[in-house]
C-alpha cells in the first residue's frame, strides 16, 4: 500500500497482494498519480525515437509532475528543477528523429571525417559501430571515444550513444587482433565489442581451457606468462578477419542505391522486379567485388553463393525468375566479375594475386593454371601487402637487424616481436617461393620458435593456435571416447590398446596423446606413420653411472633367441635396408631441392640404434648403427615427430627426455612438453612454411583444422563429416 507520513514523505509499504494490482488504490490517490506521471516521464525520455510533439508533451508531463508532487510534499524538493529539465530538453532534442552529423577521428587529428546519420542517433554503441563500418567500410574491430565535458573534453570510452550530442566527436581506436606474451604459449584471443573498455574480456592459458579438468590445469602451471606482455596491433595492409558470417553487402555508387531503394519499395508494393542497366549492374558487381577482396582473393562456391544471397535478402527487387534459388545468375556474373578483378589487381601489383601471374612462375610452370598459390586451409593473410612506407630493401634491413637480435646471449623478446610483425608479409612472400627449409631457418631463426609459431599462425589465420587447439580437444574428449568405444575390428583393438594407458594415469598430456593417436586409428590411419620413437639407454655397463653419452634405440619389437650363435650379416644387412623410411613418405607438396647438412644438437650425442634379431636356425645377431647413420634416419624424415624416453619408462607415464618436430630432415623444435604438443606445433609449421598435409594422416589433420580449430569448417570429407555428426548426438 502506498501511505504519507507525518512528515509528508511518500512510503510504500509490502503488502500481499502487490501495490501494483491497481484494484487496491483509488484511481484519484494523489501519490498514485504521482508515481504513474514518473513513469510516463521515464519511458519518454529513453524512448529511441523523439519528435517535436513528444518534446512538448515530455514538457506538460514533467509540469504536471511537479506540480502533484509539490501538493504531496508541501516542503521545497529539488526534483526536477529547471535545470535538470533544461538539461533533459536539450538531451532528448539531440535524440530525436532527424538528421545527426559526427566528426570522426581515425588515428588522430590528421585524419578526420564526417558521419551523417538520417534516422538520428543510434539507440546503442553497437548500432553506431555498425554505422561507421558499413560507411566508412571498415573492417577491423575497435571501440569508441568520446569527449566528456566533465573531463575538460578528454576522450573516453562510449559505452551508451546518451552521452552523445548532434556534432559531437568520435574517436575510433583499433583492438589489437593478437596480444604475444613471452611465456612459452600464446594467450587466447579476446571479445572485441565495441564500447567496451576492456578490450581483453578474458585470458586462457593454453591447454588448460575453462572446460577443461583440475588435472590440465595443474599439468600447464609452467605455462605462466610474463607480465611484460607486448601488445601487437594488427598492420592496415593485413586482414584482421576471416570471411563474415554473415556476409555484409555493402553500399554501391549513388545511382544505384538510389535504382535499388526505389526498386525495392516497387517490389514491395506491387512485386515488380527492377529491370537494371548495365552501367548499374557493373556498379553492384564492382562494389560486391571490392567488398570480397577484404576478406579473400579467391572466393570459394559457397562463398559466392553467400553474397548472393545476401544481395537477393538486401534488395528483393534484383531476385531472378526461373532460376532455382533466385540468385543463380548473380553468382555466375560475380565469379567472371572477381577473375577481371584479380586481373586488375595484378597489373596494380597486388601481391596475392601478382604471385600467381606468369612472370612469377618457376621455370616450366607458365600456364595459368599451373600451380596457383591461394589459400586452401583458410588462411586470412596468405600473401599480404608490404606495410606503407617499407619496401623490400628497408624490410630486409629489419630481418638483418632481427638476425643480430636472436644470436644475442640476452634476446630482447619485446624486440623480436616487433621485428617478427613488422616483417611478417616480407617473410610470407618469401614462404611463397619455396625455400628449403634449411635455407630458411638460416634466415628466420626466430620464426622456429613455440612462441613464434603461435604468433605465426595467429597472423595468418586470425585465430589463437594452442589454446585454441587443447581447448576443442578437451571439450570434445568424452564424446570422441564414447565415439571411439563404438568402432570395431582391428581399429577398434587398437583404439582400446591406446586408451588402457589413461586409465590409472590423469596427467592430461597423456590422455590428449592417447586421444590424439586413438583418433588416427578411428580414422583408418596411424599416428606412428609421423612419430619416430627412442628409448634412451645406458650404453656402457651399469657400473658406470658417470658416462653422460646416450644411446637411443627405437621403440620396436625384440625377437631373441635362446642361441647366442655368429650373426648372419646377410640377414642383418636386409634389415638395415627394411629400417630405412620409404620413399613414399616424402609426401609433403613443397620444395624438391636435395637437403642440406646443418648443424644439429643429434650431432652431439653419440646414438646407437640396438636391435636383437632373431634369425634362421636360432641365430642371433645384434646390429649396432652409428651416429652418422642415425642423423641420416632423422634426415630422411621429411615431416615428423620424434621422442625419447629413458630407459625403463613405460608410454603410458607422460614422461619424455625430449620430443621434438622434424622438417625436411632438420629439427626445427625441441623440448616440447609432450606428443600432443609437438602435433600442435607441426600443425602451426605446415601453415608458417605452407606446407601440404601428410598424405598418410591427412584425415587426421582435416579434424584438426575443421574441426578442432574450426577453419573453413563448412565443406569436410566424407569421413570426417561421419565423425562429427557422431560427435554432435
Known amino acids: 500500500m502506498i501511505s504519507i507520513s507525518s512528515a509528508g514523505r511518500t512510503t510504500l509499504k509490502s503488502q500481499e497482494p502487490s501495490v501494483f494490482d491497481g484494484d487496491l488504490i483509488p484511481e484519484d490517490e494523489l501519490a498514485w498519480q504521482v508515481i504513474l506521471d514518473l513513469k510516463e516521464i521515464v519511458e519518454l525520455a529513453v524512448a529511441p525515437v523523439h519528435t517535436h510533439e513528444t518534446i512538448a508533451y515530455l514538457d506538460v508531463k514533467v509540469s504536471e509532475h511537479r506540480q502533484r508532487l509539490r501538493e504531496l510534499i508541501p516542503v521545497p524538493v529539488d526534483v526536477l528543477n529547471e535545470e535538470v529539465v533544461v538539461a533533459l ?89 593478437e596480444t604475444t606474451s613471452s611465456g612459452p604459449l600464446t594467450k587466447d584471443a579476446f571479445s572485441t565489442i565495441p564500447g567496451t573498455t576492456n578490450a581483453a574480456a578474458s585470458t586462457t592459458v593454453p591447454g588448460t581451457p575453462s572446460n577443461a579438468s583440475s588435472s590440465a590445469q595443474e599439468s600447464n602451471d609452467s605455462d605462466s606468462f610474463s607480465s611484460n606482455d607486448t601488445v601487437i596491433l594488427s598492420s592496415p595492409e593485413t586482414r584482421s578477419c576471416s570471411w563474415p558470417e554473415p556476409f555484409v553487402v555493402p ?58 544471397k545476401a544481395l537477393i535478402q538486401s534488395h528483393p527487387c534484383l531476385l531472378e525468375k526461373g532460376t532455382r534459388t533466385g540468385y ?94 613488422r616483417t611478417f608479409s616480407y617473410r610470407r612472400q618469401e614462404v611463397l617461393q619455396e625455400p628449403t627449409i634449411p635455407e630458411f631457418q638460416n634466415r628466420w631463426p626466430a620464426l622456429f620458435d613455440v612462441n613464434e609459431v603461435n604468433l605465426e599462425f595467429m597472423r595468418l589465420t586470425t585465430v589463437p593456435l594452442t589454446s585454441k587447439f587443447f581447448g576443442q580437444l578437451d571439450r570434445y574428449t568424452d564424446d570422441l ?85 655368429a650373426p648372419n650379416k646377410k640377414a642383418a644387412e636386409d634389415l638395415r635396408r627394411s629400417v630405412q623410411p620409404k620413399q613414399s613418405q616424402r609426401d609433403v607438396k613443397r620444395s624438391k631441392a636435395s637437403l642440406r647438412k646443418v648443424q644439429s644438437p643429434w650431432k652431439s650425442l653419440r646414438l646407437k640404434e640396438k636391435r636383437t634379431l632373431a634369425l634362421r636356425e636360432g641365430l642371433t645377431y645384434e646390429h649396432d648403427i652409428g651416429s652418422r647413420e642415425a642423423e641420416a634416419d632423422i634426415s630422411e624424415m621429411t615431416l615428423g615427430i620424434y621422442t625419447v624416453r629413458m630407459q625403463g619408462d613405460g608410454p603410458g607415464d607422460g614422461r619424455f627426455a625430449d620430443v621434438g618436430v622434424v622438417l625436411e630432415g632438420v629439427e626445427v623444435l625441441h623440448n616440447l612438453q609432450s606428443i600432443s604438443h609437438a602435433c600442435v606445433m607441426l600443425y602451426g609449421l605446415i601453415y608458417a612454411h605452407n606446407l601440404s598435409y601428410p598424405k598418410s594422416l591427412k584425415y587426421t589433420f582435416e579434424v584438426f583444422q575443421k574441426i578442432l580449430m574450426e577453419l573453413d569448417s563448412t565443406k569436410l570429407s566424407p569421413k570426417v563429416q561421419a565423425l562429427k555428426v557422431k560427435l554432435l548426438k
Open 481 to 565: 571416447i564414447r565415439v571411439f568405444h563404438a568402432k570395431g575390428g582391428s581399429a577398434g583393438k587398437k583404439i582400446g590398446t591406446t586408451m588402457a594407458q589413461t586409465a590409472n594415469n590423469d596427467d592430461i598430456n597423456v590422455k590428449r596423446d592417447c586421444v590424439l593417436s586413438s583418433l588416427s586409428f578411428y580414422l583408418n590411419e596411424d599416428m606412428d606413420t609421423l612419430v619416430k620413437e627412442y628409448v634412451e639407454v645406458n650404453p656402457l655397463d651399469p657400473e658406470e653411472p658417470g658416462v653422460k653419452s646416450r644411446v637411443l634405440a627405437p621403440k620396436c619389437l625384440n625377437y631373441i633367441s635362446e642361441d647366442h650363435s
Open 328 to 421: 543463380c545468375g548473380w553468382k555466375h556474373y560475380m565469379k567472371i566479375k572477381m577473375m577481371n578483378f584479380r586481373t586488375k589487381l595484378s597489373r596494380a601489383g597486388h601481391p596475392e594475386v601478382a604471385v600467381n601471374s606468369l612472370r612469377n612462375k618457376r621455370k616450366g610452370q607458365e600456364k595459368p593454371a599451373a600451380n596457383i598459390k591461394k589459400p586452401r586451409k583458410a588462411e586470412v593473410n596468405f600473401c599480404p601487402n608490404l606495410p606503407r612506407g617499407e619496401t623490400r630493401e628497408s624490410l630486409e634491413v629489419e630481418r638483418v637487424a632481427l638476425l643480430t637480435e636472436v644470436k644475442k646471449k640476452r634476446k630482447d623478446e619485446a624486440v623480436i616481436k616487433e621485428k617478427m610483425q
Open 251 to 308: 553500399h554501391f555508387s549513388y545511382c544505384a542505391e538510389m535504382m535499388l531503394q526505389t526498386g525495392n519499395d516497387e517490389f514491395n508494393a506491387q512485386g515488380n522486379l527492377l529491370s537494371l542497366t548495365p552501367k548499374v549492374r557493373s556498379d553492384i558487381l564492382e562494389g560486391l567485388a571490392e567488398e570480397i577482396i577484404k576478406y579473400t582473393a579467391y572466393p570459394k562456391d559457397e562463398q559466392f553463393e553467400q553474397v548472393a
Open 89 to 177: 530538453r536539450q538531451k532528448l532534442a539531440s535524440r530525436m528523429a532527424g538528421r545527426v552529423t559526427f566528426r570522426v577521428l581515425f588515428g588522430g587529428e590528421d585524419d578526420a571525417r564526417k558521419l551523417t546519420i538520417e534516422s538520428g542517433i543510434p539507440r546503442t554503441v553497437e548500432n553506431l559501430a555498425f554505422e561507421i563500418k558499413t560507411f566508412f567500410q571498415v573492417t577491423e574491430q575497435f571501440r569508441l571515444q568520446y569527449k566528456d565535458k566533465d573531463f575538460d573534453n578528454q576522450f573516453m570510452n562510449l559505452l551508451a550513444t546518451s552521452e552523445l550530442e548532434d556534432k559531437g566527436t568520435l574517436n575510433v581506436v583499433y583492438i589489437p587482433c
